[in-house]
């Protein structure tokens, strides 16, 4: 059988595979919650959702740093990455293991599309499509209850010390336009380094510290407060704006808390 990853990379799978290594956290939550995680026997340290993925599986490494000889005696049919979250050598490394799916997100279609995906290649074409309609149902139901509200401009921080930003061709700042605000630093590229100073953060209403990859705590928020004491400064879930499995169930519902 052959598939088409994300990349438009062709697959060749002798038969259903049921032996995953997934190298992505997002992933491995997605493929939980088809029903697949009996078939998972591989899984990276960042995988923590749902939290005992990492008691009942073999973690073998990160997201950016891999133990291939673990993976190797795993025996695995097919091993996920993401071209984002995995490094070109770890795909290297791995091809000669199993047959490599690989995803790459920008929007929204993209989420549906390896959800649809995963439907195929793992035989549980039901259960994705009905995944995606709750989430299509998520998102409907939260635009119609936003659609008179006048979207709020925001800078949405990942990392501190340099002070990175989430701007344009990144699935955050689509995840920011789909929560019903605007970003500030739409204009710029990927995750900017910034200063304190910087202009359009002068022209943002609300901070965004994101609880990862940086885990801002309240100490943060009272440092940035004493700077920008008329704006609104706060933490929110990182995985609810960057996580683009079945996590998307949530971030409509949280979004809607944001606003309030």
């Known amino acids: 059988m052959t598939y088409t990853d994300q990349l438009n990379r062709e697959i060749q799978l002798s038969k259903t595979p049921k032996r995953i290594v997934s190298l992505v956290p997002s992933q491995t939550e997605l493929l939980v919650d088809l029903g697949l995680e009996a078939l998972i026997v591989g899984v990276t340290k960042f995988c923590v959702h749902p939290k005992h993925i990492r008691m009942s599986k073999r973690v073998v490494g990160g997201t950016k740093q891999i133990h291939l000889e673990k993976i190797k005696a795993l025996n695995p049919d097919i091993i996920l990455c993401n071209k984002e979250e995995n490094t070109k050598a770890i795909i290297k490394a791995l091809k000669d293991i199993a047959p490599i799916h690989i995803s790459d997100i920008y929007n929204l279609q993209d989420c549906f599309e390896l959800i ?40 949405y921080f990942i990392w501190k010390n340099p002070w990175m930003v989430a ?33 359009k953060l002068k022209d943002a209403e609300t901070i965004f510290l994101s609880s990862e990859p940086f885990p801002f705590k309240e100490a943060h928020v009272l440092e940035l407060k004493s700077q920008f004491p ?31």
């Open 116 to 155: 649809k995906m995963y439907g195929y290649i793992f035989g549980v074409q039901r259960k994705s499509l009905e995944l995606i309609s709750v989430i299509q149902k998520e998102r409907d139901q939260f635009k119609c209850r936003a659609k008179n509200a006048l979207p709020k401009k925001v800078a």
């Open 167 to 199: 701007a344009s061709n990144t699935f955050i700042d689509v995840m920011l336009a789909e929560a019903d605000f605007t970003n500030v630093f739409k204009s710029e590229e990927r995750y900017p380094e910034i200063d304190l100073d910087n202009s």
């Open 230 to 260: 008329d704006k609104t400064i706060r933490i929110v879930d990182g995985e609810l704006f960057s996580w683009y499995g079945s996590r998307l169930l949530k971030s409509f519902t949280y979004f809607e808390t944001l606003h309030h």
